[in-house]
Nanobody
Framework: QVQLVESGGGVVQAGGSLRLSCAAS????????MGWFRQAPGKEREFVAA????????NYADSVKGRFTISRDNAKNTVYLQMNSLKPDDTAVYYC????????????????????WGQGTQVTVSS
């Protein structure tokens, strides 16, 4: 079992930046591959970014590539999402998720692959 708590959301103007954090507690953090997803009103939850358990590999949705950066600090049991050049279309509730991973290089884009989810943090980008 692992518990996830997101923080860092808020309201920002278009072009601005935010950094989301996801703190994990429970089992050893370094055995989990991590992901960030988002869900806008009336839309399905979508993949944003993923990172392997040792941070060897990362993966991004095309819509955020070059603007968002996922990272993790296993000593602090925390995964981050640095979001730059924000657009109104980035407005959503952002969720972090965790899944057990058997290899250091694996990242996962599928929602169904993840077993543990945080409660979400709201990001609102005004135009």
């Amino acid at each position: 079992q692992v518990q996830l708590v997101e923080s860092g959301g808020g309201v920002v103007q278009a072009g601005g930046s935010l950094r989301l954090s996801c703190a994990a507690s429970g089992r050893t953090f370094s055995i989990y591959a991590m992901g960030w997803f988002r869900q806008a009103p009336g839309k399905e939850r979508e993949f944003v970014a993923a990172i392997s358990r040792s941070a060897t590999s990362t993966n991004y949705a095309d819509s955020v590539k070059g603007r968002f950066t996922i990272s993790r600090d296993n000593a602090k049991n925390t995964v981050y999402l640095q979001m730059n050049s924000l657009k109104p279309d980035d407005t959503a509730v952002y969720y972090c998720a965790a899944t057990l991973s058997s290899r250091d290089i694996y990242t996962f884009r599928g929602r169904d692959r993840y077993d543990y989810w945080g409660q979400g943090t709201q990001v609102t980008v005004s135009s």
